[in-house]
Nanobody
Framework: QVQLVESGGGLVQAGDSLRLSCVAS????????MGWFRQAPGKEREFVAAIFWSADTTYGSDSVKGRFTISRDNAKNMVYLQMNSLRPDDTAVYHCAASRTRDYGSAWPRSSASYDYWGPGTQVTVSS
């Protein structure tokens, strides 16, 4: 069983930066595709970014391209989300997720149904 725990959320002002971290335990981290999703109050869970197990391919949603960067450190079992130029509409609970799927397709990492394990989330609030 894989456990994921996020950290790094907080209250910031528009234009600020935050770096979210997610640590994994209980599995073989280097074999998992990792994703970040977010959920704002009253909205569905939304894909943010994903990175393949090999770390050679990443995807990001159109809403965060050019502002957010996903990365991972397989030696530390960590995945990160660097968030720059934050906006009020980035306010949400951010969850990291792990998928055992090993496929270089571009569609499946964007679906929450593709992920097997989820962290409880960390709150990010951006004030205007």
């Amino acid at each position: 069983q894989v456990q994921l725990v996020e950290s790094g959320g907080g209250l910031v002002q528009a234009g600020d930066s935050l770096r979210l971290s997610c640590v994994a335990s209980g599995g073989t981290f280097r074999t998992y595709t990792m994703g970040w999703f977010r959920q704002a109050p009253g909205k569905e869970r939304e894909f943010v970014a994903a990175i393949f197990w090999s770390a050679d391919t990443t995807y990001g949603s159109d809403s965060v391209k050019g502002r957010f960067t996903i990365s991972r450190d397989n030696a530390k079992n960590m995945v990160y989300l660097q968030m720059n130029s934050l906006r009020p509409d980035d306010t949400a609970v951010y969850h990291c997720a792990a998928s055992r799927t090993r496929d270089y397709g571009s569609a499946w990492p964007r679906s929450s149904a593709s992920y097997d394990y989820w962290g409880p989330g960390t709150q990010v609030t951006v004030s205007s």
